[in-house]
Each structure stands twice: as C-alpha cells, then as structure tokens.
C-alpha cells in the first residue's frame, strides 16, 4: 500500500478534525507510507496484513482451532520416594 491512499487518508482525518486514525490492510505498506505517518502530527496506526491475521488469532476473530496440542514434562515428584 502506498503513501497516496496514507495521504488521502490524513487528509480526510484532518478534514473531520480526528487527532488519531488506523489504516488496515491486508498486503503491506510501502517505506514511503511509513515515512510519511512518521512525519505527520495526526497518529495513524498502520496495520498489515501479517499484523491483521496476528490480531484476528489472538482475539479469535473469523479463526477456528484446527489442532489442540498437549505439552507434557515429566513430573519428578510422581517417581519422588516418600
């Protein structure tokens, strides 16, 4: 994703007055896009898509569970003589 659609986008903050925003997409973002929210005074969060799928598994958000699996060690107490 490239800096025009970042620029439209603070622009459009800027217009509604919002001191803050968050631009989501699920490619990636350009070093230019990153530049440029770095140099404006309006906080724009930008988040991948790496970062989405991250986000979505962690809140569990249109994921289902797949696999369960169960880490065992071996208890030491349970061989322990009394």
Known sequence: ???PE???FAGAL???HARKGIFIT????SKEAHKFVAGVDT???LVDGKQLAEFMIDH??????TFVY????VDSDFFAEE
């Open 43 to 45: 906080k724009i969060v």
């Open 60 to 65: 569990d958000v249109g994921v289902s569970t």
């Open 6 to 8: 970042i620029h439209q």
């Open 1 to 3: 994703m490239g800096s």
């Open 26 to 29: 699920t490619s990636s973002f």
């Open 14 to 16: 800027s217009g509604q």
């Open 70 to 73: 169960n880490v065992k060690h």
